[in-house]
T-cell receptor, first 112, second 114 residues
Framework: KQEVTQIPAALSVPEGENLVLNCSFT??????LQWFRQDPGKGLTSLLL???SQREQTSGRLNASLDKSSGRSTLYIAASQPGDSATYLC???????????WGAGTKLIIKP | DADVTQTPRNRITKTGKRIMLECSQT?????MYWYRQDPGLGLRLIYY???????NKGEISDGYSVSRQAQAKFSLSLESAIPNQTALYFC?????????????FGPGTRLTVL
């Protein structure tokens, strides 16, 4: 059974730092992996989608990598800003006809 | 206008009441999903639908039912609400061919069952 883990559960860093959020999964046979952002009282915003054949995706200051063999994905945030404060969730899709399996998230606080 | 909308945004109800949460989307996606989120846990899938005539149970479907009234509408019902159904509920949509099954979420409905 696929399980997704995000460590740490919470992270606080000063503004301007580069940081990495981690996501690990137990079964390397995945269809895709998605990173989301969740702000309090709001829905989830999709940040990056990595297909199983891809190694990384980039959007602005965000870069997500995927290493299926080791069961890991990382979300790299460059030059962090207070507006990056949110909970970041990763989710894995085992195949194209299946639902997402979610990590519990990392709550990120960027201190001005 | 938001692509995925949910109504109501907040609801407080009593044990035993029937509750319906509604979801509408303007993205033209075939696939729709209902999730619940509890503090400290990842999202868990309740039901999903890959087209109007397709309804599938997710991980935690007991105590819930759904209706896919049209491609754009997917509603979630709690026939007899109980306190442990207090949670944040999200609707999502995806399109396998158009966007590689990337999921897009509504703003959520916060449900409290007293």
């Amino acid at each position: 059974k696929q399980e997704v883990t995000q460590i740490p559960a919470a992270l606080s860093v000063p503004e301007g730092e580069n940081l990495v959020l981690n996501c690990s999964f137990t079964d390397s046979a995945i269809y895709n992996l998605q990173w989301f952002r969740q702000d309090p009282g709001k829905g989830l915003t999709s940040l990056l989608l990595i297909q199983s054949s891809q190694r990384e995706q980039t959007s602005g200051r965000l870069n997500a990598s995927l290493d299926k063999s080791s069961g890991r994905s990382t979300l790299y945030i460059a030059a962090s800003q207070p507006g990056d404060s949110a909970t970041y969730l990763c989710a894995v899709s085992p195949d194209s006809n299946y639902q997402l399996i979610w990590g519990a998230g990392t709550k990120l606080i960027i201190k001005p | 206008d938001a692509d995925v909308t949910q109504t109501p945004r907040n609801r407080i109800t009593k044990t035993g009441k029937r509750i319906m949460l509604e979801c509408s989307q303007t993205k033209g996606h075939d696939r729709m999903y209902w999730y619940r989120q509890d503090p400290g846990l990842g999202l868990r899938l309740i039901y999903y639908s890959f087209d109007v005539k397709d309804i599938n149970k997710g991980e935690i479907s007991d105590g819930y039912s759904v209706s896919r009234q049209a491609q754009a509408k997917f509603s979630l019902s709690l026939e007899s609400a109980i306190p442990n159904q207090t949670a944040l509920y999200f609707c999502a949509t995806s399109d396998l061919l158009g966007s590689g099954d990337e999921q897009f979420f509504g703003p959520g409905t916060r449900l409290t069952v007293l």
